[in-house]
């Protein structure tokens, strides 16, 4: 759904800024009504995104799907590693937490949310090549819509990082797809646009700390 949306909306921006300045007056006039459109367009998505993510957040805090939150009931919580790893997490301290959460997989390799902080902390660090393989290893396994939004989100991140905005963008709608009440990926989509904004990855997870 949102994918071929970005996709017609992200071609018609390469054309106006591949033949704008080149184009006749006419063209120019018709390239410039799109882009009016096109902003207009971004806005209005953005907006009416916003006011669905509130009712969504409403009804989550309601406490009405209590019990299926992938973070809690999670054996590994438990362990001396894995608490010293959201320790240092929480501390942005990512080399010493990357190392804890390393062990967790080493006595817990199948624990998806252990491998969510390190590939978060893996990202952090810029080892981009490691994060990505740890986020699509969880993108693969998991079945829990909104981890796997996140790790959409962070793997959306790695692509914008290396400037394939194209790539970054599918995987923030990916995200929304996933999770829409999860505000990083629509925020990421307008850093994309705007190509100025600090990107957002891995808030979620401090709230574990």
């Known amino acids: 759904m949102f994918q071929h949306l970005f996709a017609e909306m992200n071609q018609s921006l390469d054309e106006i800024a591949n033949y704008y300045t080149a184009a006749p007056v006419e063209k120019k006039q018709e390239m410039l009504q799109r882009w009016n459109l096109l902003k207009k367009m971004s806005d209005g998505i953005i907006d009416e995104w916003m006011s669905f993510e509130e ?26 590693t894995f608490v010293k790893g959201l320790g240092y997490f929480k501390l942005l301290m990512y080399q010493h937490a990357a190392e804890e959460f390393g062990k967790v997989v080493e006595v817990y390799p199948d624990s998806l949310l252990s491998r ?5 902390c893996y990202l952090h660090l810029e080892q981009m090549h490691t994060a990505s393989a740890e986020l699509n290893r969880i993108i693969l396994s998991c079945d829990q819509p909104r981890m796997k ?16 905005l194209k790539q970054a963008q599918s995987c923030f709608a990916l995200a929304l797809e996933h999770d829409p009440s999860l ?16 990107l957002q990855y891995g808030t979620q997870l401090l709230s574990l700390s």
């Open 55 to 80: 009712k969504m957040a409403k009804i989550r805090e309601s406490g009405i799907f209590r019990g299926t939150d992938p973070f809690t009931s999670i054996p590994e919580l438990e362990l001396h």
């Open 116 to 120: 969510l902080y390190l590939a978060m």
């Open 149 to 164: 939004a996140m790790a959409y989100n962070a793997l959306g991140c790695i692509h914008a990082k290396q400037m394939e």
């Open 183 to 198: 505000p990083e990926p629509l925020y990421n989509l307008e850093a994309c646009r705007s190509k100025n904004a600090v």
